[in-house]
């Protein structure tokens, strides 16, 4: 069974500029999450997508943004891009929304680095 | 609001030592609980959850049980190997919201 997939693998980016990351998630699951994973501040939850619609914001500005597909592959968007910016941006995705608590699975995440 | 503390790292065991890495949360309600393991340069991987208090998760020879009474979620395992090296990370869902909380991680090096 093929495990969640990101691209690309690394994106290096400008200030200002807008980054489009990807995320296919496993196969049967239809709940997509992302996560930042910056040098000195952690893991934190960016988004969850659940059929096709937004469920959850973690405490991220809104030039953050994202979509899920049909297929239940989704994107993260993020414009005008700060140096701060700068991190492993990863995915994880898990089964529906109705069987609760279940765990997440992680792609092995897109580098986005700022320049 | 939901937490996880975790000990601070780096842990530097000798290979075959027992491993303690230990993990508390604070949580309203009935968090689900678990541990991810990241390697160099890779995501995050699943090592084992538990649901619900006084279940234990086991994987890959390491366990953890699900304390209710003292909000705890140590990880063990008995004989480390070189190959344990990584970054561990504790976290917990809780309530509706499906989003991971997780502690600051801990680096395990094991030396051979």
């Known amino acids: 069974e093929a495990g969640v997939t990101q691209s690309p693998t690394h994106l290096i980016k400008t200030r200002g500029q807008q980054a489009t990351l990807r995320c296919s998630p496993i196969?049967?699951?239809?709940?997509v999450y992302w996560y930042q994973q910056a040098l000195g501040l952690g893991l934190q939850f960016l988004l969850w997508?659940?059929?096709?619609?937004?469920?959850n914001r973690g405490n991220f500005p809104p030039r953050f943004s994202g979509r899920q597909f049909p297929n239940y592959s989704s994107e993260l968007n993020v414009n005008a891009l700060e140096l701060e910016d700068s991190a492993l941006y990863l995915c994880?995705?898990?089964?529906?929304?109705?069987?609760?608590?279940?765990?997440?699975?992680f792609g092995d995440g897109t580098r986005l680095s700022i320049l | 609001g939901d937490s996880v503390t975790q000990m601070e790292g780096p842990v530097t065991l000798s290979e075959e030592a027992f491993l303690t890495i230990n993990c508390t949360y604070t949580?309203?309600?009935?968090?689900?609980l678990f541990w991810y393991v990241q390697y160099p340069g890779e995501g995050l991987q699943l090592l084992l959850k538990?649901?619900?208090?006084?279940d234990k998760g086991s994987n890959k020879g390491f366990e953890a049980t699900y304390r209710k009474e003292t909000t705890s979620f140590h990880l063990e395992k008995g004989s480390v190997q070189v190959s344990d090296s990584a970054v561990y990370f504790c976290?917990?869902?809780?309530?509706?919201?499906?989003?991971?909380?997780f502690g600051t991680g801990t680096l395990l090096a094991v030396q051979p």
């Open positions: 994880a995705s898990s089964l529906e929304r109705g069987a609760s608590n279940q765990p997440q699975h």
């Open positions: 196969s049967g699951h239809t709940s």
């Open positions: 997508y659940d059929e096709g619609e937004e469920r």
């Open positions: 949580a309203t309600g009935y968090p689900s």
């Open positions: 538990a649901t619900k208090a006084d």
């Open positions: 976290a917990l869902i809780g309530g509706a919201t499906n989003k991971l909380i």
